[in-house]
């Protein structure tokens, strides 16, 4: 019998097929198949497909749609289909896509539907007890009947129920539960041949993968909950097939390994060509404008510069406040750099303000520095909320909920019509109320200087130090050099009712949370007169009178507050004069988002959508993403790039190292992959790995939603972020195109240093190409282990392209 280290081992590395998951009121998009990025893109969607049963490309009627559309070059289509190896009629492979699809959907020769094998009933018992059970110990702080022992671990709680659980058999292992799970598991086990194990171990953990996945999440990362209530994948697993022994169900592997949908090679094919046709609008369009930037005039200091999230929501704004006024705009990550631990000032919980691959590095928390205007927001604040919890607890308390409604009567019912009818009246009303209550950034500050003090682990505040570090990051990144008297940094959040979606329209990267602490921490840093100077030594002239602001943007109503507490007076007219044209910049998007939704009526149609409990989509979120362009914003300031690029500052000239490419390429640039990975599995097979429909969607225990009553969690995102109707796809399925600006061998020098990057590249999750000013502003296209080609606007000539690598060399 195998140690328990080996069977810890194995169920470790059977986890990798499933991604990790967060919870949903702190959202992180991921690559729902994570596990298979060491594969190739092809090889990864195949073994997927059979392991989760979900599809890897988009269907024949997306491709067909994007064709129709012209977002499909025929002779790119062509090429890609000749190469391939099919010589037919686009028109005839969609045909028999559609075809093969319905015939291995509808199931095999003999007829018999998928899913309703007895293998598949067995494993639904399995996993209607087990979700019951999970979703009891897993919530966070929403019930109010907790399930008992949860302090001793999940599967020691589970030992103490399942013996009381009517809808599981007496019979099997689970009469008499060992204390240890790997003692439960090898038993369980024992039947079967030991090289069976790591199959078995890969079908159970991908037979609930959301579940899993938040397993997995829990256990790895750690937080307040798991702590209090510990679960682990061993202890999961140990219940799980405990469960089976109890049905009498066989769990010896039944899938067969990777195969190939026949169709799947006319599909990457459309999907090569579309992906092909996007990229070479982007690129030409960077090449022409690199080519312009070099007989460009210099211009004079802007009125202002504001920095933006590289967030793709960013681009539209960022067009409209450039055409408000002598503006300028630089994009950069929404963090802004600072890896910190943020507890606002009425926050419950302090949450991790940075992408999860980065860990805190320090504990920020607010303090106030008005008196009064604290006492009036705590007294008005602390009245609403006791008045909450006395009606949550009528509400959810089986004794009281039938009579407070009763009690309640038609003004509750008024209440909520006019909540659905007349959203943004009510949102007024709110509005003005709120007008009476103090902002909570109107009397607080961060605590940005160093307190020679501990919350935890982390230290509280920032050396003058790391100050200089962050501040000369950024600058460095974004490849600054001159200074407005108003630099902005602005983060930003979304704003939305009833949706439990919510975190995921906030920053993507950084676990739902919102942007503005963060630039208020930076600006804070840059405004410190020792930092000014230390930044002068680096290299960043900051002149005397330049003031730097914190803001945050809404993505939901487009709104723009300028957190402007510290700004003196004699940059009072400087400030009016842009929070005036932040107004028009405003009109401007809120109008152009509405009309991507197919409605109109601007910014009052925006806080509708913001206010109304019954919205499902009150915006499209990252939507639409499908580039990632690192360069100057003169590449694009002249561009629509409708809302579907990424959009980071960098100037090669001032980064002849490298280094602020590399920081780049290996940050920003997996995030966003990360990113375009999820809208994209999302959208090609949403019932596998997205959320399905809000409407039917429940949350549970503020970990995530079900569809229905029960079953597994949903990983990914719902129709609504991803469709413009009923099978009418907004979000165009398309891997994420990068465009770099700079020497082609300097970005080579960063993938050569950093294998990870490398096969993303190689195994086609990603595409790059670079835009090389040094050469002409002539384009190169990332092909394989570090070779570069010229892409040609005639995709005949393709085998007529000379040798990247010689071309790169000269």
């Keep these: 019998m195998s140690t328990d ?39 990864a969607v195949a073994q997927a497909a059979t392991l989760l049963g979900g599809r890897g490309y988009p269907s024949a009627d997306t491709f067909r749609r994007a064709l129709d559309a012209g977002q499909i070059d025929r002779e790119r289509l062509e090429s890609a289909l000749a190469d391939a190896g099919y010589d037919a009629d686009p028109e005839a492979l969609l045909d028999r896509m559609t075809e093969e ?345 961060p605590v940005v200087d160093h307190q020679h003090t501990y919350a935890g682990d982390l230290p509280v505040g920032l050396t003058p130090d790391e100050k200089v570090e962050y501040a000369a990051g950024a600058f460095e990144l ?62 960043f002239d900051v002149p005397d009178d330049t003031v730097f602001v914190a803001a945050e943007h809404n993505t939901t109503t487009d709104e723009i507050t300028l957190y402007d507490a510290a700004v003196p007076e004699s940059h009072a007219e400087d400030l009016a004069a842009l929070r005036a044209d932040l107004e028009v910049a405003r009109e401007g998007a809120a109008a152009e988002r509405v009309a991507s939704m197919g409605t109109n009526g601007g910014v009052r149609e925006t806080e509708r959508r913001a206010a109304n409990w019954a919205e499902t989509r009150p915006e499209w979120g990252l939507a639409g993403n499908a580039s990632f362009v690192v360069g100057p914003r003169d590449l694009t300031s002249d561009v629509d790039l409708d809302g579907r690029a990424f959009l980071h500052s960098y100037d090669h000239s001032t980064d002849p190292d490298g280094d602020a490419l590399e920081s780049i390429l290996t940050g920003p640039m997996v995030v966003t992959q990360w990113i375009n990975t999820q809208y994209y599995f999302s959208t090609v097979d949403n019932a596998v790995y997205g959320s399905g429909s809000k409407v039917t969607q429940n949350p549970v225990g503020n970990v995530g939603v079900y569809q229905g009553n029960g079953g597994d969690l949903m990983t990914g995102l719902p129709l609504q972020s991803l469709l413009a109707a009923d099978d009418v796809p907004h979000h165009q399925p398309l891997r994420l195109s990068v465009v770099v600006h700079a020497p082609v061998d300097r970005v080579t020098s960063v993938l050569a240093a950093h294998e990870h990057l490398q096969g993303l590249l190689d195994d086609d999750w990603l595409s790059l190409s670079v835009v090389d000013p040094t050469q002409d502003h002539r384009a190169f296209h990332y092909d394989e282990a570090l070779e570069w080609t010229e892409p040609f606007e005639d995709a005949s000539t393709v085998d007529a392209r000379p040798d990247a690598s010689a071309v790169a060399d000269d």
């Design 101 to 445: 699809t319905a015939r291995v959907t509808d199931g095999g020769e003999d007829g018999t539907a998928a899913g309703t094998t007895d293998a598949a009933d067995a494993s639904a018992r399995v996993d209607r007890v087990l979700s019951k059970w999970l979703s009891a110990f897993l919530e966070e702080g929403s019930a109010h009947w907790s399930m008992p022992n949860r302090d001793a671990g999940f599967y020691s709680a589970f030992r103490g129920v399942v013996a009381h659980d009517g809808a599981v058999p007496d019979d099997g292992i689970v009469t008499d539960l060992p204390a240890d799970p790997i003692e439960t598991i090898a038993a369980v086990l024992e039947p079967y041949p030991e090289s069976q194990w790591p199959v078995v171990f890969e079908e159970q953990l991908a037979a609930l993968p959301g579940w899993t996945g938040f397993v997995k999440h829990r256990a790895e990362r750690g937080s307040e909950w798991q702590e209090a209530h510990p679960i682990s994948l061993e202890g999961y697993l140990a219940a799980r097939l405990a469960l089976h022994d109890a049905f009498g169900n066989d769990v010896e592997p039944t899938v067969e390994r990777a195969e190939t949908h026949p169709t799947d090679g006319i599909a990457q094919a459309f999907l090569e060509a579309w992906e092909a046709t996007y990229r070479g609008e982007v690129v030409d369009s960077v090449a022409a404008a690199s080519e312009s930037m070099a007989d460009a005039d210099p211009t004079g200091r802007p009125d202002a510069q504001l920095v933006f999230c590289i967030d793709t929501r960013s681009e539209v704004v960022r067009r409209h406040v450039e055409a408000a006024g002598d503006y300028e705009t630089h994009g950069y990550a929404g963090f802004f750099g600072v890896p910190m631990r943020y507890e606002g000032y009425d926050a419950d919980v302090a949450v991790d303000a940075c992408p999860p691959i980065l860990d805190p590095q320090h504990h920020v928390t607010d303090h106030a520095t008005d008196d009064d205007a604290r006492d009036r927001y705590e007294g008005l604040t602390g009245l609403c909320a006791a008045a909450d919890e006395v009606v949550e607890t009528l509400e959810a308390n089986a004794a009281t909920a039938y009579g407070y409604v009763e009690s309640a009567g038609s003004g509750y019912g008024l209440a909520l019509a006019a909540r659905t009818l007349v959203p943004h009246r009510v949102r007024d009303a709110f509005g003005a109320l709120a007008d009476r209550v103090p902002d909570v950034h109107e009397f607080t500050d």
């Design 478 to 539: 974004m490849g600054w050099e001159e200074f407005a008297r108003l630099v902005v940094f602005t983060g930003h959040a979304s704003e939305t009712a009833n949706n439990p979606h919510a975190a995921s329209l906030d920053c993507g990267a950084c676990a739902g949370n919102p942007g503005g602490p963060n630039a208020r921490v930076l600006a804070a840093s840059c405004n410190d007169p020792e930092v000014k100077v230390a930044l002068r030594d680096r290299g």
């Design 5 to 43: 280290s080996t069977i810890q081992d194995r169920i470790d590395d059977a986890a990798d097929v499933v991604g990790s998951l967060w919870p949903i009121h702190s959202f992180v998009t991921a690559n729902p198949l994570a596990g298979f990025e060491n594969q190739p893109f092809e090889d």
